[in-house]
């Protein structure tokens, strides 16, 4: 039977101190797992990604009934369809995918209308910018990394719009790369680029508030 190494703490690591070669080969371990429908796999990764990925559901609904009922179908899907996954992408990426997937057909469900618009529609947020991020620059989340104010973290993060809100979670929360972002949410990479640099923009003053308000009680 495979085994899932254990998740390390919230983020107590980034992408870059990933071993890829150690991740491709368990994408592809995973990959041939569900294929032959290895018992007990599926309840490994239940148990390794059941809170990222119930998470990624709230902050994408902003409903906790919706996305525990969604999160639900998410692993009927894993388990449906576990033999598309060909391990060439991480296996959250993939968990990710179909869970905002999942998310898009119930919003159409339930309002009539499709949410690509929501999710994927163009806006001047949405327009190519001409920056980079430097991968050692400081993100308005280190400072409460090690904070116990996650609710607050969670606040600021809900009181964003969709796009710079998924973003904002599948970078810091998720650690994905902008090019795994990018495959989930079906964006041009600039489009990613985009939206984190707004987010990141828009939540860093909340963030600050949180700090100060907090420093004034001590």
């Known amino acids: 039977m495979s085994t899932i190494p254990s998740v390390q703490p919230f983020f107590a690591r980034t992408s870059a101190q990933v071993d890829q070669a150690q991740v491709r080969q368990e994408s592809l371990a995973v990959s041939e797992g569900l294929k032959r429908q290895e018992a007990g ?3 490994q990764l239940i148990v390794r990604y059941q809170h990222r990925l119930l998470r990624y559901l709230l902050y994408l609904t902003g409903n906790r009934e919706m996305a525990e009922d969604l999160f639900q179908e998410v692993w009927m899907r894993v388990m449906v ?20 997937n999942l998310v898009i057909d119930q919003k159409r469900k339930r309002t009539m209308s499709s949410l690509d618009e929501l999710f994927e529609g163009g806006s001047d947020d949405d327009r190519p910018m001409s920056f980079e991020i430097a991968d050692g620059e400081p993100t308005p989340f280190d400072r409460f990394a090690n904070l116990e104010d996650r609710q607050r973290i969670a606040a600021a993060l809900l009181q964003l719009d969709t796009l710079h809100r998924e973003v904002l979670v599948l970078r810091f929360h998720e650690e994905l790369s902008l090019e795994e972002i990018a495959k989930v949410t079906r964006a041009p990479l600039s489009t990613v680029k985009s939206r984190l640099y707004r987010g990141m923009t828009a939540i860093k003053p909340k963030l ?11």
Do not use: H, K, M, Y
């Open 41 to 43: 796999l599926l309840d």
């Open 81 to 100: 369809r576990g033999a598309q996954f060909n391990g060439q992408a991480r296996f959250d990426t993939w968990l990710f995918t179909i869970a905002r």
């Open 208 to 218: 600050e508030r949180n700090r100060l308000r907090r420093q004034e009680a001590v």
